[in-house]
């Protein structure tokens, strides 16, 4: 589990690499799939967020979510600011307040 420093760009860089992801689910307990995040610009930071707190989480619960406050840095700030502004820190703090858990799926990139 990484350090998280003061900025996103830096935690960033710790992060393994998203090559190969299509796209992350957020499955609830009833198995419905809550949320997706798509590998594409002006995604791709939270889809390594999210990838990274599977790898070292397993799943999505309070001490995970804290854990990717953290790790989002600057922007935690800003979207508690801003509600609605970023939706993947807002899940992280909806979580971490007693949300209820979520897992974790990564869906690789299909083949050819």
């Not at 957020?26 to 798509?38: F, K, M, Q, T």
Request: aromatic content about 6%; proline content about 7%; cysteine-free.
């Amino acid at each position: 589990m990484i350090q998280a420093g003061p900025t996103f760009k830096d935690n960033l860089q710790q992060f393994p690499p998203i090559a190969g992801v299509d796209r992350i689910d957020l499955v609830g307990i009833d198995g419905a799939v809550v949320a997706s995040i798509e590998n594409q610009p002006g995604k791709q930071g939270s889809l390594a967020v999210y990838q990274y707190l599977k790898q070292s989480f397993g799943t999505l619960d309070a001490r995970a979510a804290e854990h990717g406050l953290d790790v989002f840095a600057e922007h935690t700030a800003d979207a508690r600011n801003r509600p609605g502004a970023h939706p993947n820190i807002d899940r992280l703090l909806e979580v971490a307040a007693g949300g209820g858990t979520l897992a974790i799926e990564v869906i690789p990139q299909p083949l050819g």
